[in-house]
Structure formats: structure tokens, C-alpha cells
T-cell receptor, first 110, second 114 residues
Framework: QKEVEQDPGPLSVPEGAIVSLNCTYS??????FMWYRQYSRKGPELLMY????GNKEDGRFTAQVDKSSKYISLFIRDSQPSDSATYLCAMGYNTDKLIFGTGTRLQVFP | DAGVTQSPTHLIKTRGQQVTLRCSPK?????VSWYQQALGQGPQFIFQ???????QRGNFPDRFSGHQFPNYSSELNVNALLLGDSALYLCASSLDTSSYNEQFFGPGTRLTVL
């Protein structure tokens, strides 16, 4: 069993939809939870990070961490074609060694 | 600020050869981590360098080695290349603090082993 599980998709939604991306994990010691966005032929860029449990909002993006269920989510409101990318969840005991999910490919069509 | 830069962009090698990849961290950063991203997979942590020493290592064989220079730039060396080493190699830099250290990723080096 992988430490971090993420549905690879692809997920295809119309412009303006609310997108929900999720990851589950097995290691209860993880304290840091991140979401990265990766465009084709580019390196990952950090979207959101959360320490321990709770919610965090930044513009159209909301990250949620439920440590009791070992489940994290990223919500994207009013999705745009420019949001089309691969979304990677990542987590760790600290922020040095990150464990990534496989990534979910998202396509937002006009 | 140029951000994290990596060279070369692409590289083609044959099995058994050796390869060296290079990374320059973001200005002001002192820590460099290397990740391997196979096609359709998430990045996997190889190792991290801080103060010219390997600080943490992932589950990679000794064929993978690295170095950090006094100017904080870093190299990743892979010996005896295997077909399975074909991947995107990502370098990430951060500033070592007592709390959250955001990792900034470079664009990667795409290695193809034939």
C-alpha cells in the first residue's frame, strides 16, 4: 500500500464548476500537507499548505485536512481553463522530505 | 530573481553510462532537494543537501549520489544507468528555518535511458 493515494483521473469539468480533489494517506505522523499544481513540462508550484488539521482558503482555492480520517481535499471554485493541469498532493513529518501522490490530471473545458 | 534553474533540459544516455545533473537554487536559499518523477507518477524524494552534507535520503540505491557546493548549487550523479532511471529529475530549493520551509521547484531535467 502506498503511503499517499490519489486518483489519477483524468477529471474533466466545464468552466465555472467546483472541482474537488482528494488524497488519502496511511501515516498518522504526517503534519504538513500541501497541494502543488504542475503544468505540462514544468516543475510543481505550491498552491496551498496546511499544518496539522483544519481549513485554509486562498482566493478560489480551499484546502481541508481531516487527520482523523487521514483525508485531505482541495476545492477549486469557479474553475477556469487555465486551471487545467496536474494537481499533486504532498505531505510529510516535516517540510524537507515530501511524499507525493501520483497527481490528478484536471481538464477544464470552456 | 531567476528562481531554481536546472541543466541540462533534456539528456539521452544509454544503459550503463553515468550522468550528472545540475541545479542552482533560488537566491537566498541554502537547501537543495532532488526528486525523481517517472511518467504519470508523483515526484519521489531522492535526497536533500544542506551545508554541503546529505541530510536526508529516500529509498534510492547508492548509484544515486550528490554534492552541494559552497555557493549552495548542487549536482545529482547517477551511475550505471538503467532503463528504469528514465524520468524527470526535479530540484527543489528552500531556506532552512525552524518552521515551515517552502520548497520551490525547478523545471526539471528529462533523462531518457536507451
Amino acid at each position: 500500500q502506498k503511503e499517499v493515494e490519489q486518483d489519477p483521473g483524468p477529471l474533466s469539468v466545464p468552466e465555472g464548476a467546483i472541482v474537488s480533489l482528494n488524497c488519502t494517506y496511511s501515516n498518522s505522523a504526517f503534519q504538513y500537507f500541501m497541494w502543488y499544481r504542475q503544468y505540462s513540462r514544468k516543475g510543481p508550484e505550491l498552491l496551498m499548505y496546511t499544518y496539522s488539521s483544519g481549513n485554509k482558503e486562498d482566493g478560489r482555492f480551499t484546502a481541508q485536512v481531516d487527520k482523523s480520517s487521514k483525508y485531505i481535499s482541495l476545492f477549486i471554485r469557479d474553475s477556469q481553463p487555465s486551471d487545467s493541469a496536474t494537481y499533486l498532493c504532498a505531505m510529510g513529518y516535516n517540510t524537507d522530505k515530501l511524499i507525493f501522490g501520483t497527481g490528478t490530471r484536471l481538464q477544464v473545458f470552456p | 530573481d531567476a528562481g531554481v534553474t536546472q541543466s541540462p533540459t533534456h539528456l539521452i544516455k544509454t544503459r550503463g553510462q553515468q550522468v550528472t545533473l545540475r541545479c542552482s537554487p533560488k537566491s537566498g536559499h541554502d537547501t537543495v532537494s532532488w526528486y525523481q518523477q517517472a511518467l504519470g507518477q508523483g515526484p519521489q524524494f531522492i535526497f536533500q543537501y544542506y551545508e554541503e552534507e546529505e541530510r536526508q535520503r529516500g529509498n534510492f540505491p547508492d548509484r544515486f549520489s550528490g554534492h552541494q557546493f559552497p555557493n549552495y548549487s548542487s549536482e545529482l550523479n547517477v551511475n550505471a544507468l538503467l532503463l528504469g532511471d528514465s524520468a524527470l529529475y526535479l530540484c527543489a530549493s528552500s531556506l532552512d528555518t525552524s518552521s515551515y520551509n517552502e520548497q520551490f521547484f525547478g523545471p526539471g531535467t528529462r533523462l531518457t535511458v536507451l
